[in-house]
Every structure is written in C-alpha cells, then in structure tokens.
C-alpha cells in the first residue's frame, strides 16, 4: 500500500522534474509523428502537390467545400502550407522549405511580377486613389444579378497610395488571390503569365446565397474569349453603361493572408530570422491592414441577439481588385467585398483576425 502512495509525499523539486520529464517525452513523440505525417504529404506519389508543387485544395477531386473541385488550390491552403513548413523548421531547423512554400506563395498565387518579367497586374500604375472604388449592390439572391454599377454611393480616398508607392516602389495588392485552378482543368490559361499551369480563377459572385454548386468557375484574367460574346463572363455579375473591357480581377480572401503573416511571426517566435522573408510577410501585413482601416472607418454597431453577441462591423472578408487589360484607356478599381460583412460576424472571428493583427504588430517591431 505504502509503494503505491510514494508519489504523494514527493517534493516540489521531485514533482517539477517527473513533469518535465513527461514533456520532453510527449515532445519527442509528437516530433516523431509531425515528421512521419510530413515525409506523407510531401511524397509526390500520395498526390498532395501538384506536379508544379502548388498544393492541392483536396487530394479528392469532387468536394462541396470553398471550391467544388479539389484539384484547384486556396490561399487557405497555401496559408497552411506555410504552418507546416514552420513546424517542419522549427523541429528540424531547416528553415529553406518555408522559403521555398513563400516562393511558390509568389510565384503561383500573389498576382505580381516575381521576377520574370510579366506583369500579373500590369495597370495598377494608373490607380487613381482619388477615385479608387466602383459600387454595386450585392444581392440576396444570384437571380437577381447582374448588379448594377452606379455611382449611389460615393468612394473615398486611398489615404496610403502614396506611402505605399514610396515604401515598395509601387502601389501593386501584394495579396493572395484566393483561388487558382492547378492544372488548368477548366482551360482559360494564364494569359499574363503563360509559362504557368495555374491559372487565376474565380467562383462565388453573386451575394451570400449563392452555394458552391451554383458558383460559376470563370477566368480571372478575361479577354472575353469564354462566356458570352463580346462581354465574357463580367456581364453574368455586374451590368454596365458600355460593354465591358477585357480586364484581369482578383479577389483576396483576407484571412488567409492574415494566417501567412501569422505564421512568419511565430516562424520568428521559433527563431527563424532571415529578413528578406519577413520583410515580404511585414508587406502583405501593411497591405492588409490598409483594407481594414477602409472597411472599419464605419461605426461599429455591437447588438445583443437571444443566441450570442454578435458584432455588425465591416472586418473585411475579401478585397477584390482589377484592371483593363486591353485597350489604350488604362484604369483601376479597387472594391471591398462586403457580402458577410453585411451580415452579423461572430465575436471568435473578430477576436482570431484582430489576433493576427497584432502578430502583424509584433512581427513589424
């Protein structure tokens, strides 16, 4: 009886090091298992990558999720590419993987030009922050679309263009798109980038009811050879005065870009600390914090429900840029995509993203 008490009468130096001691073991077990799930997501032959390394939504290729084909890839998953890459570094200290997903980040799913010489957002020297936004209403319902664009609401100024323009060398969203069809399944082609597979695509449209299935994939870059004649697919969403330009347009999903940024602090946190690499994650941080200064510049309206707190307020879901792509008249708009916004948000996803906000903070001091 006396042998099965012992551990009550342990001192308090004993009792630290038997905790200490269980630590480090379930350290070294989930290090074990960490690498053993690693070496099978990044064996080519399980089929997570594709054949280009950009990582796959789904290993599946029918799903009823953010895309309904799981060979396209997010910024969702590019996002958690970058977390396993981090945890990969921080037991093995090989840091060069996390670069490498960074890379393949900006070469692949930031529409920018990473060096080759093409010009993924090839009009955005001609924004006019004096006039950086067109509105159109969103809408209950997708049969209710095209949305009219109309001047019913006035835009604002862009207050940081040209800081941004100062502080990088120019004014391009350095933000994921947040959807890109892998192996160009659906064939619209990169057009500004052909030597890419991937293409920039685009699904969700038309107001908060529209469902995966109803979603209609279509190319982000669009020189009207697809959908309707003359128009492409842009009249399917908004409907305008004149018929519509050949033009390039992405949509960011802004938490993604946030857990990107969250991640290159906790990279940090676990000493990774090349700077060239934080300086990209301090940049996506800064364009991501402008987009919340434009949606948050609104009252924010806080109303008890029956069921839970809940916060009215413009934390933005997504910011959506585009441009001409043709033409001799070069212009730029820039909108917030309000659809959940419009909508109550429940206080945890404010409180997670106003967390990845202060990683930004911390990651910039």
């Known amino acids: ?134 509105y159109a209403a969103e809408k209950p319902f997708p049969d209710q679309y095209p949305s009219q664009l109309n001047g019913q609401y006035a835009a604002g100024k862009d207050p940081i263009d040209v800081e941004l323009k100062a502080t990088y060398g120019d004014n391009q969203t350095y933000l994921m798109h947040w959807l890109v069809d892998v192996d160009d399944w659906y064939g619209y082609g990169n057009l500004l980038n052909p030597s890419h597979t991937a293409t920039y695509v685009n699904t969700f449209q038309r107001g908060e009811q529209e469902s995966v299935w109803e979603a209609i994939p279509h190319p982000s870059q669009d020189d009207k050879s697809f959908g309707k004649t003359n128009e492409g697919f842009m009249s399917l969403f908004t409907k305008e005065n004149q018929v519509p330009s050949a033009q390039w347009r992405y949509t960011n999903a802004t938490d993604a870009d946030a857990r990107a940024v969250q991640v290159l602090y906790w990279a940090k946190e676990m000493g990774y600390n090349n700077p060239e690499y934080l300086d990209k994650a301090k940049k996506m941080g800064t364009i991501y914090a402008m987009v919340c200064m434009i949606n948050t510049s609104r009252k924010l309206e806080v109303q008890r429900t029956v069921h839970r707190l809940r916060v009215q307020a413009r934390i933005p879901t997504c910011i959506s840029w585009l441009g001409i792509r043709l033409g001799a008249v070069a212009w730029v708009k820039v909108g917030i995509g309000l659809g959940a916004l419009e909508r109550a948000i429940p206080i945890r996803l404010i409180k997670t993203r106003l967390q990845r906000m202060l990683c930004l903070i911390r990651l910039a001091a």
């Open 1 to 134: 009886m006396l042998t099965g008490y012992t551990g009550l009468w342990a001192g308090p130096q004993t009792a630290h090091a038997a905790d200490q001691a269980i630590e480090i073991q379930a350290d070294s077990i989930n290090e074990a298992r960490f690498l053993q799930l690693y070496d099978q997501l990044k064996d080519p032959a399980n089929g997570y990558f594709s054949p280009e390394g950009l990582p796959y939504h789904s290993i599946e290729t029918l799903l009823s999720e953010a895309p309904d084909y799981g060979h396209m890839t997010t910024s969702e998953a590019y996002s958690y590419w970058l977390w396993l890459e981090t945890m990969y570094g921080h037991y093995t200290g090989d840091w060069s993987q996390l670069e490498a997903a960074w890379d393949s980040m900006e070469k692949y799913i930031i529409p920018v030009n990473e060096g080759d010489g093409k010009e993924e957002q090839p009009t955005m020297s001609s924004y006019n922050p004096n006039s950086p936004a067109t």
